[in-house]
């Protein structure tokens, strides 16, 4: 429509992207909300179903490492607005193909942040919001957070691409003036998440009764937050954070690798009504992740303070959610482990 903004979303058929789409359509009526996303192994329009034919909702196949495609997109749609998530996302496959890690995260965000050039001096509110991980800090000892201040210390080709991509938008907001923020998040869970991170491979396998990967000895420790409430903190960023700062944001949640997949498990067995430690059994010791990052862990104090973000849900909610999300689309789960995931699968795990 005439009166509404238009607001871009690169990724948005991803996991935490369609989150992000969904929230943003039907919250915002005053937005038009346009989804770019290239549609790989890991894009998913099936996570958008209910909201496809929303009128303040348009999709749109495209490739953020084209230049020109992105350019003209810009010029024609003169955006108000760029929420940035589209990457590659998988540290594992970053280990085997960090090309394609170079290309979508650092060579996408650069187009994109050179298509802001071009007509951000026409909108004064224009914004440049990008999304990336706490893993660009690299690896904790058993103290400590990460804050804002925390150096970067990339340690996998995943995290030194977005490393760079976090340093290539404030550089451009440093020479050129365009207007951005950054966010910094732990590891998310919840619904559309694909079955190559821990929390779905895990639900996914104790369906099948397939053996559970555990790296090295599962003494690696991340935090968890649940999809929806990175989603909300990403909504208060995007309208009420300074211009030019970096939030980090976390779930006040550290697990042992060990640890969540026992609870899992326990999760899983009642769900499931199987025996209690059936699932259990199934816990593999696996070859560890070369450059296994030990541990991560978020001081999110300053989002807490300047917007008023925590986390809503718990760690036992959040999980219960998750795991009745996948047994309820199983066809979901049908679709995206079919096809080229096999060939993944076994290349990652059974070579
Ligand atoms: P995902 O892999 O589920 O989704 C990525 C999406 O980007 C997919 O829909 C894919 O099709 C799209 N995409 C990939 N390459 C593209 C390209 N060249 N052009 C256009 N679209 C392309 O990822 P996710 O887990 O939802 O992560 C989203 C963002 O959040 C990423 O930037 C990631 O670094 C960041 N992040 C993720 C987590 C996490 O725990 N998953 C935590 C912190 C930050
Ligand atoms: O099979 C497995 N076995 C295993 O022990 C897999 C896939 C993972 N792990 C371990 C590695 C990590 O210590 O579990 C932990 C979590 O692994 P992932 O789910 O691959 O996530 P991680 O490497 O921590 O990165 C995630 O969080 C930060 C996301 O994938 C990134 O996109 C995000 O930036």
Not at 59 to 65: A, N
Not at 337 to 347: A, M, R
């Amino acid at each position: 429509g005439k009166n509404q903004k238009n607001i871009l979303i690169t990724g948005g058929a991803g996991f935490i992207g369609s989150h992000v789409v969904r929230r943003f359509v039907q919250s915002y009526q005053n937005y038009h909300i346009y989804n770019l996303d290239a549609l790989t192994y890991a894009g998913n329009l099936e996570n958008l179903k209910d909201i496809e034919s929303a009128p303040n909702y348009t999709f749109l196949k495209g490739d953020i490492t084209d230049a020109f495609f992105v350019e003209t997109l810009f010029l024609e749609l003169k955006f108000e607005g760029v929420i940035h998530l589209a990457a590659e996302s998988h540290v594992d496959r970053s280990i085997t193909d960090p090309l394609s890690f170079v290309k979508t995260n650092i060579l996408g965000t650069v187009n994109l942040l050179n298509a802001s050039l071009s007509i951000y001096k026409e909108k004064p509110k224009f914004l440049f919001y990008h999304i990336s991980t706490d893993e660009v800090y690299g690896s904790l000892g058993i103290d400590g957070h990460f804050t804002e201040d925390t150096p970067y210390s990339p340690n996998s080709p995943y995290s030194a691409s977005k490393a760079s991509s976090d340093h290539f938008v404030r550089a451009y907001g440093e020479t050129y003036g365009l207007p951005f923020v950054i966010s910094n998040c732990s590891n998310n869970y919840g619904p559309n998440q694909f079955p190559e991170k821990l929390i779905p491979l895990f639900i996914n396998n104790i369906i099948q009764d397939k053996p559970l990967p555990l790296y090295g000895d599962g003494n690696y420790t991340r935090d968890w937050l649940y999809v929806e409430d990175h989603a909300m903190a990403m909504d208060l960023i995007f309208h009420q954070a300074r211009i030019g700062e970096t939030y980090n944001i976390g779930g006040f949640n550290e697990w042992k690798n060990i640890d969540l997949a026992r609870l899992l498990c326990r999760l899983m067995d009642k769900k499931l009504d199987r025996k209690a430690g059936a699932s259990e059994k199934l816990i593999t010791f696996v070859k560890d992740r070369p450059g296994h990052d030990v541990r991560y862990a978020i001081d999110a104090g300053k989002i807490n303070k300047e917007l008023g973000w925590k986390p809503s849900v718990t760690f036992q909610e959040g999980l219960e959610k998750t795991i009745d999300w996948y047994l309820v689309n199983h066809e979901w789960l049908d679709h995206v482990t079919s096809g080229d995931y096999k060939e993944y699968y076994k290349t990652q795990y059974q070579s």
